[in-house]
């Protein structure tokens, strides 16, 4: 199900909410993103500073799809 994503603590909730729904611990998901922990619980937390390659690199290891539409682009 798509998500609009407007501030940094959305794309906190959206990675609590799958990490928990494929059972990984936050340690977990650093081991696998190949990212430390305290950046997980920032990212998490909506730290608006966080590094958005390292974010991206978390969202595709848990198997989101990051599509950024341009103005006037609509998704049939």
């Given amino acids: 199900m798509a998500q609009?994503?407007?501030l940094p603590a959305d794309i906190g909730a959206l990675v609590?909410?799958?990490r928990k729904q494929q059972n990984l611990r936050?340690?977990?998901l650093a081991g696998v993103a190949g990212v430390g922990l305290r950046f997980i619980?920032?990212?998490e937390a909506g730290k608006p500073t966080a590094q958005i390659?390292?974010?991206?690199?978390v969202l595709q290891t848990l198997g989101c799809v990051?599509?950024?539409l341009a103005p006037g682009?609509?998704?049939?």
């Fill in 73 to 76: 682009e609509r998704k049939p």
């Fill in 53 to 57: 390659g390292k974010a991206l690199l």
């Fill in 26 to 28: 936050q340690h977990e």
């Fill in 41 to 43: 619980v920032d990212l």
């Fill in 4 to 6: 609009q994503i407007k």
């Fill in 16 to 18: 609590r909410s799958v």
């Fill in 66 to 68: 990051v599509e950024i």
